[in-house]
Every structure is written in C-alpha cells, then in structure tokens.
Nanobody
Framework: QVQLVESGGGLVQPGGSLGLSCAASGSIFRINTMGWYRQATGKGRELVATITRGAITNYADSVKGRFTISRDNAKNTVYLRMNTLKPEDTAVYYC??????????WGQGTLVTVSS
C-alpha cells in the first residue's frame, strides 16, 4: 500500500504565499508523475500542476507564473509553492501520484483559504 500525506495548508491573505508538500510512503516501487489538483466548494476537481520524474512541468493557465511545482525523487516528495495568492485559489488541494505498480494514488487533501 502507498500513502500520500499532504501538509502546509492554511489561511493566507490575498497576495500572500504558501507552500504545500506531499510525501509518499509505503510499498513504493517507482513514482512517476506527481501533481496537485484542487477542488473549490461547489466545483469539480481541477488540475493545478504536474511534474514528471524527469522534472517536466505542466501548469493550469490560472496559476502560471504564480505557482511552482517541484519534487525530490529521493524523498518521494512533491512540493507546491504558491505566490500572489488570490481568493479564487481557495480550495482543498489534493496531491496525486502515479505509482508504477499501484496506479493513481490520491492524498487526503489540505485546505487553502485565501481571505483577508
């Protein structure tokens, strides 16, 4: 079994910054693409950013230039640095990983609230 544990959510004012991290643990053979998704109240889950094992990144248009995804393969950990946060970034952020033998795995989610 492989688990993803997120940390770093919380309350931040508009224009502020916040960092999220997600660590995978358990019976890991190899983790390929990792990513972050988010779901705001009353809306569907949407892609925020993904990063391949070789560090190729992809971002949603709404976060380009403000968010940065990175990873540490040795630690099976993915990070999301969020700058210039807006109220519309308020959502539950979910970590996602594609494990070679177990398929897609989701974290439990961490709440990010952008409000003054």
């Amino acid at each position: 079994q492989v688990q993803l544990v997120e940390s770093g959510g919380g309350l931040v004012q508009p224009g502020g910054s916040l960092g999220l991290s997600c660590a995978a643990s358990g019976s890991i053979f190899r983790i390929n693409t990792m990513g972050w998704y988010r779901q705001a109240t009353g809306k569907g889950r949407e892609l925020v950013a993904t990063i391949t094992r070789g560090a190729i990144t992809n971002y949603a248009d709404s976060v380009k230039g403000r968010f940065t995804i990175s990873r540490d393969n040795a630690k099976n950990t993915v990070y999301l640095r969020m700058n210039t946060l807006k109220p519309e970034d308020t959502a539950v952020y979910y970590c996602n990983a594609l494990e070679a033998t177990r398929g897609t795995i989701w974290g439990q989610g961490t709440l990010v609230t952008v409000s003054s």
